[in-house]
């Protein structure tokens, strides 16, 4: 039986694009505008065989990855157009070996959670579904932090009100 979820995801604020999940086919993904990118292809090639305990599934598009099955699936797509300055919220994820990555986090509907890096180039976004993370949808985001410190070098980093000087 075909099963079929759309979502809406969006980068910086200025993408959208759709995602179909099936359960007997390629995880149907659009790719970001820059997944030509040769850094996209060594994150591609070095993403972890399992996320969240999920396996690693196959993905109908270039520079992107995905985790589990049906509504469960956490997607990554590498290329996505890097998110400027913003008032969303922003968390800096470390894997407790000193490798951190700095995340701009959406909740989208239906219980989604889109995270997009954040000083990187290219930029990565993870759409992550409650269901699959239901106690913290940030550790599949954690899952990805060695590959990304790896491969993609931090150019800059998130700032609060707290981190600016007074004028």
């Not at 995270?115 to 993370?133: C, F, K, M, N, Q």
């Not at 985001?141 to 993609?152: F, G, N, Y």
Request: aromatic fraction near 2%.
């Amino acid at each position: 039986m075909l099963r079929s979820r759309s979502l809406a995801l969006a980068a910086g604020g200025a993408l959208a694009a759709g995602l179909v999940l099936t359960s007997c086919a390629a995880v149907q993904v659009p790719p970001g505008p820059e997944a030509q990118d040769p850094l996209c292809a060594d994150i591609v090639l070095g993403a972890p065989e399992q996320v969240l305990g999920m396996e690693k599934v196959e993905t109908s598009s270039q520079g992107t990855v995905a985790w589990g099955h049906g509504e469960d699936t956490v997607v990554m797509r590498c290329g996505v157009t890097p998110p400027g300055p913003t008032t969303d919220q922003c968390t800096t994820l470390a894997d407790g070996n000193g490798t951190e990555v700095d995340w701009i986090v959406r909740e989208l509907e239906d219980g989604v959670f889109l995270y997009t890096t954040y000083g990187r180039e290219p930029a990565i976004d993870v759409t992550v579904p409650l269901s699959a993370a239901p106690d913290q949808p940030s550790a599949a985001a954690l899952d990805l932090t060695q590959v990304i410190t790896r491969t993609i070098e931090a150019t800059d980093r998130c700032v609060g009100p707290g981190d600016t000087a007074a004028p």
